[in-house]
C-alpha cells in the first residue's frame, strides 16, 4: 500500500485550536516536529510555501526568512499573517486542488508537538478493468485519458478493441488481470460478476491476484460476500463502489460513486475514482455501499413512477405535460433527475439510459433486502409490479421512463411528443 497522505493546509482552516505563534516558523520538507533557535513550534508546509513572498506589516512585501533545522527542514521565520498571506497565494497556484480540497486526512490535527507530517504521491499501479459496457466504457475512457495504465477484458472482445486506440491492453480472459495491481469490474448482475471473478478462467481462478478488487456494479449481497470471502481468502480486499449516475453522466465526469470496504483500500483506489468521476463517498465496512446504492435506485423508480403518472394526471385535465414539467424542474421539488427525465417525457424518445430490466433487477434486490430485514417497502412493491407491466408489454429495452406511453395507453390517453425537449436552466 503507498504511505498514507496528509495536507497541512487544514491546519489554517476555521476552528483550529492550535495557532503558530507570532514569531511563528514554518517547516517545508521532510522534517517533522521540528524547532527553531528560539523553541517554538515548527509547522510543517505545503512544497513551495517557503519561496513565497509574504505581507509584513503596513501591506509592505517582504521575504521570508529561511534557514535550516536541526532535523534538516527548511525553517521560514516571520510573522502569521505573513504565512497566511503566503499561503493562500500558494492554494491559487497549481497545488491549490491538492492541498486545500484534499480529503485524505489520516493522522491527528497540525500543531501537535512531535507530529511527523507526511506528504507522498501515489504510487501508479497497474490497473485492469472488467466490463466495457453502457457504465464501463465512459468509465476506463475516463482512466486511459487521464494517463493510466490499464489492461482491459470483455466478455465481447470487439467491442474492447477500440480502447487499444487510447492505450489499453486488451486479453482475451479476466485470469489474464490477476498479475495487476487493482481491478475494477462493471458487470450486469450478480451472476456475471460471480463468474468473472470465480469462474473457470476467472479473476482468481489461477495462482496470481490482484490487491484491490473494485467492484462498481449494483448487485446481490449474497453475490458480494460469496466473493469477498473467496478473495480474501487470496489476499485481494474488495471495495464495493456502486455508481450513481447513467451512461451519458459518467461520460460527462458527473458520476458518484458510494464506497465500501477496507478502509485504507480505499484510500488507496480514492484517486482513480475521483480521476473517472466528481467524487466517492466512503459509507463503512463490507457491503454498506450495496445498500446505499439499493436504497437509491428505489427512490429512482418511485420517483420515475411520481413523474409518469402526474404528466398523465396534467394531461388527462387538458394541461400540457411540457409546461408542468418546466414548473416542476423550477421549484423546490426540481432536481438533476428530473431535468435529465424532461425532454424524454415531452419528446416521448424512450432511447435507453438506464432500461426496464435493469430498475426491476434493483427492485428486486431492494425487496429481498426488505425480506431479509423486516422492512416493508409498499411503494417499492408497486413500483415493481408497474415496471413489470412494461416488460410484459414489450418495452423491456427501452428507458424506464416509456412506463408514460404503457400507463397512458392502459388509461386511454393519447400522447403527442410536446415541447421543445430543453430544459430551462434556474
Not at 492541498?99 to 508537538?113: A, F, K, M, Y
Not at 459496457?133 to 477500440?162: C, F, I, Q, S, W
Not at 481468502?233 to 470496504?261: C, D, K, M, R
Not at 421549484?331 to 428530473?338: E, K, P, Q, V, Y
Request: glycine share 10%; aromatic share 4%.
Amino acid at each position: 500500500m503507498p504511505p498514507r497522505r496528509t495536507w497541512a493546509c487544514e491546519s489554517i482552516r476555521p476552528g483550529i485550536t492550535r495557532r503558530p505563534p507570532r514569531s511563528t516558523v514554518v517547516v517545508a520538507g521532510p522534517a517533522a516536529a521540528a524547532r527553531s533557535a528560539s523553541g517554538a513550534i515548527a509547522w510543517i508546509s505545503p512544497p513551495r510555501i517557503a519561496t513565497e513572498v509574504g505581507r509584513g506589516s503596513a501591506g509592505s512585501t517582504r521575504p521570508l526568512v529561511r534557514s535550516r533545522s536541526a532535523s534538516g527542514g527548511l525553517v521560514v521565520t516571520g510573522s502569521r499573517s505573513s504565512f497566511l498571506q503566503s499561503f493562500a497565494e500558494v492554494c491559487k497556484l497549481r497545488h491549490r486542488k491538492q492541498l486545500c480540497q484534499s480529503r485524505w486526512r489520516t493522522s491527528p490535527p497540525l500543531g501537535i508537538e512531535g507530529q511527523e507530517i507526511v506528504e507522498s504521491t501515489p504510487r501508479a499501479h497497474r490497473i485492469g478493468w472488467i466490463g466495457v459496457g453502457n457504465m464501463g466504457r465512459p468509465l476506463v475512457t475516463r482512466l486511459l485519458e487521464a494517463g493510466h495504465d490499464v489492461t482491459v477484458y470483455n466478455r465481447t472482445r470487439a467491442k474492447a478493441e477500440p480502447l487499444a486506440e487510447l492505450g489499453a491492453t486488451i486479453v482475451d480472459t479476466p485470469a489474464e488481470l490477476a498479475g495487476t495491481d487493482i481491478v475494477f469490474t462493471v458487470v450486469s448482475g450478480p451472476d456475471d460478476f460471480k463468474s468473472v471473478v470465480l469462474g473457470e478462467q476467472g479473476l482468481l481462478s489461477g495462482e496470481g491476484a490482484p490487491e484491490l478488487l473494485v467492484d462498481c456494479s449494483t448487485i446481490s449481497l449474497e453475490a458480494s460476500q460469496a466473493v469477498r470471502e473467496a478473495a480474501a481468502a487470496q489476499g485481494t480486499a474488495l471495495l464495493a463502489a456502486p455508481i450513481s449516475g447513467n451512461g451519458e453522466v459518467v461520460a460527462s465526469g458527473a458520476a458518484l460513486f458510494a464506497v465500501s470496504g477496507p478502509e485504507d483500500a480505499f484510500g488507496t483506489v480514492r484517486p482513480y475514482l475521483d480521476a473517472m468521476g466528481r467524487g466517492s463517498h466512503y459509507v463503512g465496512e463490507g457491503d454498506a455501499a450495496r445498500i446505499v446504492k439499493i436504497a437509491h435506485n428505489l427512490v429512482l423508480g418511485a420517483v420515475n413512477q411520481s413523474l409518469v403518472e402526474t404528466c398523465l394526471l396534467t394531461e388527462a385535465a387538458g394541461v400540457d405535460r411540457a409546461g408542468y414539467l418546466e414548473f416542476l424542474n423550477d421549484s423546490a421539488l426540481g432536481s438533476r433527475f428530473t431535468g435529465y427525465k424532461t425532454p424524454a417525457l415531452n419528446g416521448l424518445d424512450w432511447t435507453p439510459t438506464f432500461n426496464c430490466k435493469m430498475l426491476r433487477k434493483d427492485l428486486d434486490l431492494g425487496l429481498e433486502v426488505a425480506a431479509q430485514t423486516g422492512a416493508r417497502l409498499p411503494v417499492t412493491e408497486l413500483a415493481r409490479d408497474l415496471i413489470q407491466a412494461a416488460i410484459d408489454a414489450g418495452r423491456d429495452e427501452e428507458d424506464f421512463a416509456v412506463l408514460l406511453e404503457v400507463q397512458a395507453a392502459a388509461a386511454g390517453i393519447a400522447l403527442e411528443p410536446t415541447g421543445d425537449g430543453l430544459v430551462r436552466e434556474r
